[in-house]
């Protein structure tokens, strides 16, 4: 019998640890679903947001203000990554997800509560880009943190157990868009402009208390305590590690761009196709449930072939379609259309970002893993993905090009499938 004991606790000890995987999976997932949300929330309301808190004489000198904004906010992320990232990687995981979250809840706090541009005048443009910054902030340390939680709380099939921080933001768009269609639908202009932008902002203040909740009754990861923390994580990272710190870059970019172009997309075809409000956000459901739904069952494959080669195959997918996707919707502006394409871009999207968290754990060791991720994360969405709507505004206002979104994810996704192949071969990711 005392032979036998180790071998009869040897199953539960496999099953508890699953058990605190799939709890990490929840505390991770509430936290970063909020983030999204409101990144998503607020692009996707840019329109109602444009005229109530940055009014001109002109629409889309308004529009490009509002945008400016939330890319100014992107700045911000790599000073988040760098402080949230160094902080999580030297008190913890757990300690950075808490922080993370209550400065997110600050900034869509103040988001719900502002007042407009006809009660304070400029003011109401200082209040949001505050708020939009402190988001920034945030975010800049809750992709790399969670993903760090998620990857060291796996016993087993790491990307799976990665998969869900992008499902989960999957389903951040998909309630936006949910949000989008049924106040475009429901209110009047005038509702809509008064008060009715603003309740998906007080949705999300009641999902921060829960999600901080969680994160502190969460133990920190096994892997985090039975590793000695590094001294100088963020020299580590910019100087012994700086070829796979710009290695992620370019990986990360083609992410960071397709999930800004699906957020643009509602302000696109009621801008410039002329499409009924409401229609327009059928573009955020179709890619959001597609991310939301595939996620995992991607994640699952990439436990079995490699996260690297799945990413490889999505990328150059994404180089084949842009270019024919947007001529055939600016050609057919129709519902029906937009629904479609935004079938082929979840579907690609989905494909290269659900394995995205286990290569990038993979490719920093874990003494730096959250500043490194941090950093590399969110130096691609400031650069790429931050300014992409004000980017993509500017040139088809400046060329005068329906096709523009396309030429811009045309130029991201080869910088990506360069970048991928350099992970593959030189970091031995195959």
Same mark, same amino acid.
């Given at each position: 019998?005392?032979?036998?004991?180790?071998?009869?606790?040897?199953?539960?000890?496999?099953?508890?640890?699953?058990?605190?995987?799939?709890? /990490?999976?929840?505390?991770?997932?509430?936290?970063?679903?909020?983030?999204?949300?409101?990144?998503?929330?607020?692009?996707?309301?840019?329109?109602?947001?444009?005229?109530?808190?940055?009014?001109?004489?002109?629409?889309?000198?308004?529009?490009? +203000?509002?945008?400016?904004?939330? @890319?100014? #906010?992107?700045?911000?992320?790599?000073?988040? %990554?760098?402080?949230?990232?160094?902080?999580?990687?030297?008190?913890?995981?757990?300690? @950075?997800?808490? +922080?993370?979250?209550?400065?997110?809840?600050?900034?869509?706090?103040?988001? /719900?509560?502002?007042?407009?541009?006809?009660?304070?005048?400029?003011?109401?443009?200082?209040? $949001?880009? *505050?708020?939009?910054?402190?988001?920034?902030?945030? %975010?800049?340390?809750?992709?790399? #943190?969670?993903?760090?939680?998620?990857?060291?709380?796996?016993?087993?099939?790491?990307?799976?157990?990665?998969?869900?921080?992008?499902?989960?933001?999957?389903?951040?768009?998909?309630?936006?868009?949910?949000?989008?269609?049924?106040?475009?639908?429901?209110?009047?202009?005038?509702?809509?402009?008064?008060?009715?932008?603003?309740?998906?902002? $007080?949705?999300?203040?009641?999902? @921060?208390?829960?999600?901080?909740?969680?994160?502190?009754?969460?133990d920190e990861t096994p892997e985090f305590l039975a590793t000695e923390p590094s001294k100088a994580p963020l020299t580590e990272a910019?100087?012994?590690?700086?070829?796979?710190?710009?290695?992620?870059?370019?990986?990360?970019?083609?992410?960071?761009?397709?999930?800004?172009? %699906? +957020?643009?997309?509602?302000?696109? %075809?009621? *801008?410039?196709?002329?499409?009924?409000?409401?229609?327009?956000?059928?573009?955020?459901?179709?890619?959001?449930?597609?991310?939301?739904?595939?996620?995992?069952? *991607?994640?699952?494959? /990439?436990?079995?072939?490699?996260?690297?080669?799945?990413?490889?195959?999505?990328?150059?997918?994404?180089?084949? !379609?842009?270019?024919?996707?947007?001529?055939?919707? *600016?050609?057919?502006?129709?519902?029906?259309?937009?629904? @479609?394409?935004?079938?082929?871009?979840?579907?690609?999207?989905? !494909?290269?970002?659900?394995?995205?968290?286990?290569?990038?754990?993979?490719?920093?060791?874990?003494?730096?893993?959250?500043?490194?991720?941090?950093?590399?994360?969110?130096?691609?969405?400031?650069?790429?993905?931050?300014?992409?709507?004000?980017?993509?505004?500017?040139?088809?206002?400046?060329?005068? #090009?329906?096709?523009?979104?396309?030429?811009?994810?045309?130029?991201? !996704? #080869?910088?990506?499938?360069?970048?991928?192949?350099?992970?593959?071969?030189?970091?031995?990711?195959?």
């Amino acid at each position: 019998m005392i032979d036998q004991a180790p071998t009869l606790q040897a199953h539960p000890s496999l099953e508890q640890k699953r058990k605190d995987a799939r709890k /990490a999976v929840v505390a991770a997932s509430i936290g970063n679903g909020l983030e999204w949300f409101d990144l998503i929330v607020y692009g996707s309301f840019a329109v109602t947001i444009s005229k109530l808190f940055f009014p001109t004489t002109n629409e889309n000198s308004s529009l490009l +203000l509002a945008f400016a904004s939330f @890319g100014v #906010s992107f700045l911000m992320r790599p000073l988040g %990554a760098v402080i949230i990232g160094r902080y999580s990687d030297q008190a913890g995981r757990k300690a @950075g997800l808490t +922080l993370s979250i209550v400065l997110m809840f600050l900034g869509t706090l103040m988001i /719900a509560v502002a007042p407009t541009a006809q009660s304070i005048g400029a003011s109401a443009a200082i209040i $949001i880009l *505050v708020a939009r910054l402190m988001q920034g902030f945030s %975010a800049g340390g809750e992709f790399a #943190s969670a993903t760090a939680f998620l990857i060291e709380y796996a016993p087993e099939r790491k990307a799976f157990y990665g998969s869900w921080q992008v499902a989960t933001q999957g389903a951040a768009i998909l309630l936006a868009g949910l949000f989008g269609f049924a106040l475009n639908t429901y209110l009047s202009t005038q509702s809509l402009e008064s008060w009715g932008w603003r309740i998906p902002f $007080i949705f999300a203040l009641m999902i @921060g208390p829960v999600g901080w909740y969680i994160r502190t009754k969460m133990d920190e990861t096994p892997e985090f305590l039975a590793t000695e923390p590094s001294k100088a994580p963020l020299t580590e990272a910019f100087i012994a590690n700086r070829g796979r710190l710009w290695a992620v870059v370019g990986v990360v970019a083609l992410c960071s761009v397709a999930n800004y172009l %699906a +957020l643009y997309m509602p302000t696109y %075809a009621i *801008v410039n196709l002329k499409m009924d409000g409401a229609a327009a956000f059928v573009a955020t459901l179709v890619y959001g449930g597609m991310m939301f739904a595939g996620a995992p069952f *991607v994640g699952a494959l /990439a436990d079995k072939f490699g996260p690297a080669r799945i990413m490889t195959y999505a990328a150059i997918g994404s180089l084949i !379609a842009a270019l024919p996707m947007f001529m055939l919707l *600016v050609a057919y502006p129709s519902v029906l259309m937009l629904a @479609g394409i935004e079938v082929v871009f979840g579907l690609l999207a989905t !494909a290269y970002f659900a394995p995205l968290p286990a290569l990038l754990a993979s490719i920093f060791p874990p003494q730096i893993r959250t500043t490194g991720m941090s950093l590399g994360y969110n130096i691609a969405m400031t650069i790429f993905g931050g300014f992409a709507p004000f980017i993509l505004t500017w040139l088809i206002t400046t060329t005068g #090009s329906l096709l523009a979104p396309s030429f811009y994810m045309l130029a991201i !996704a #080869s910088l990506s499938v360069a970048s991928i192949l350099v992970v593959r071969r030189k970091y031995k990711q195959d």
